[in-house]
């Protein structure tokens, strides 16, 4: 079993930074994309931004220049750095990631997989 644990929300001012990062726990797992997506109250969970075993990124377009994620392959963990945060930003931001894992038999199985979400308030 496969699980994806975050952390580093919290609250900020507006043109604060935070980071949040999210690290794969469990059995062998083998990611594919591993991504940051957020929903914010009353609204749809929406991208904010992914990025490949290959390190090919993909930025919502209201974060782009301000976001930055990166993903340490060895150790399964992905990184959301956001700067210039907005009260826009205000959501919970959850880690998804997209592979293979190893079950407790042995055998692989695609998984798609999300984090627990962790809230991130930008306001003064």
């Known amino acids: 079993q496969v699980q994806l644990v975050e952390s580093g929300g919290g609250l900020v001012q507006p043109g604060g930074s935070l980071s949040l990062s999210c690290s794969a726990s469990?059995?062998?797992?083998?990611?594919?994309?591993m991504g940051w997506y957020r929903q914010a109250p009353g609204r749809q969970r929406e991208l904010v931004a992914t990025?490949?075993?290959?390190?090919?990124?993909n930025y919502a377009a209201s974060v782009k220049g301000r976001f930055t994620i990166s993903l340490d392959n060895a150790k399964n963990t992905v990184f959301l750095q956001m700067k210039s945060l907005e009260v826009e930003d205000t959501a919970v931001y959850f880690c998804?990631?997209?592979?293979?894992?190893?079950?407790?038999?042995?055998?692989?199985?695609?998984?798609?997989?999300w984090g627990q979400g962790t809230l991130v308030t930008v306001s003064s």
């Open positions: 990025i490949t075993i290959g390190d090919a990124t």
């Open positions: 469990g059995n062998i797992f083998s990611p594919n994309v």
């Open positions: 998804n990631a997209e592979g293979y894992g190893k079950s407790n038999t042995g055998s692989w199985l695609h998984l798609q997989l």
